[in-house]
């Protein structure tokens, strides 16, 4: 089965970290795939947040989390991670990954694949 499969989500306290883990199953990432994390907080639009080019590890970041959120990929598998430092209540949201743009900019394009989500939950 084709899927991207979101992981490393918690309950976590402000000033912590978390790491996410986004990983393909049943497909590979091709050197230009573009894969991007997205975040919804309750009551927002969903945002793209990192992105990162699956060849080169070329990344782009939003503006909001320029210097707290580091997007990279894994080594052996498909995998491509979201490392998110000093965490703060407004990273609370629902954690998406894509996969594959299609049309459009990394923020906020058309993507082939999506997870299906992982909760960040900051609070003390």
């Known amino acids: 089965q084709v899927q991207l499969l979101e992981s490393g989500g918690g309950l976590a306290q402000p000033g912590g970290s978390l790491r996410l883990s986004c990983t393909a199953s049943?497909?590979?990432?091709?050197?230009?795939?573009?894969v991007t994390w997205f975040r919804q907080a309750p009551g927002k639009e969903r945002e793209g947040i990192a992105s990162?080019?699956?060849?080169?590890?070329?990344?782009f970041y939003d503006d909001s989390v320029k210097g707290r959120f580091t997007i990279s990929r894994g080594d052996a598998q498909p995998t491509v991670y979201l490392q998110i430092d000093n965490l703060n209540s407004e990273d609370t949201a629902m954690y998406y990954c894509?996969?594959?743009?299609?049309?459009?900019?990394?923020?906020?394009?058309?993507?082939?694949?999506w997870g299906q989500g992982t909760q960040i939950t900051v609070s003390s």
């Open positions: 894509a996969a594959d743009l299609l049309s459009g900019s990394w923020h906020n394009g058309e993507y082939a694949r």
């Open positions: 049943g497909f590979t990432f091709s050197e230009w795939s573009i």
């Open positions: 990162v080019i699956a060849g080169s590890g070329v990344a």
